[in-house]
């Protein structure tokens, strides 16, 4: 059997929060493949699809407890990690956990930098946005 990954369903405050998730994903570079009123799906050129929906409950998960942590996408350079970075601040988001950082214990070799930041959306949903390559 063959398999692969295709996509993550976000359920999030739609319409308090859908402009937010608009923008973060445009400005990386991802296309929407469908907008409805209460949702937006988004394809990489990998071909993996990461949606926003409209939550029916508004209570939101703890990304500690059991259940998904973080989503994480990947960019080409560390230069790219520093851009998103900026234009989250920008739009008040706040980077957690002492990032941008680089991360030696997530490297694969000695001649590798994992270099990321992590942050939470408006719905407290956690992202880390890495570039994982030549230091």
């Known amino acids: ?20 998730y608009r ?5 990386l570079g991802w296309n929407i493949i469908f907008e409805g009123e209460d949702m937006v799906g988004y394809k990489t ?9 409209d939550a ?19 960019v080409d350079s560390q230069k790219d990690v520093d851009i998103v970075q900026k234009f989250l601040e920008e739009k008040g988001i706040k980077m957690l956990f002492d990032t941008p950082k680089h991360r030696e214990d997530f490297a ?7 270099y990321q930041i992590m942050f939470e959306s408006p719905d407290k949903i956690l992202f ?8």
Do not use: C
């Open 23 to 27: 923008e973060f994903m445009e400005f």
């Open 45 to 53: 050129k990998q071909a993996v699809d990461l949606w926003f929906i």
């Open 108 to 114: 694969h070799s000695e001649s590798e930098t994992y």
């Open 56 to 74: 029916e409950k508004k209570s939101s998960q703890d990304y500690d407890s059991i259940g998904p942590n973080h989503v994480a996408i990947r």
């Open 1 to 20: 059997m063959k398999s692969s990954f295709h996509h993550l369903q976000l359920n999030v405050d739609y319409s308090a929060n859908g402009l937010f």
């Open 128 to 135: 880390e946005i890495v570039y994982i390559g030549a230091k």
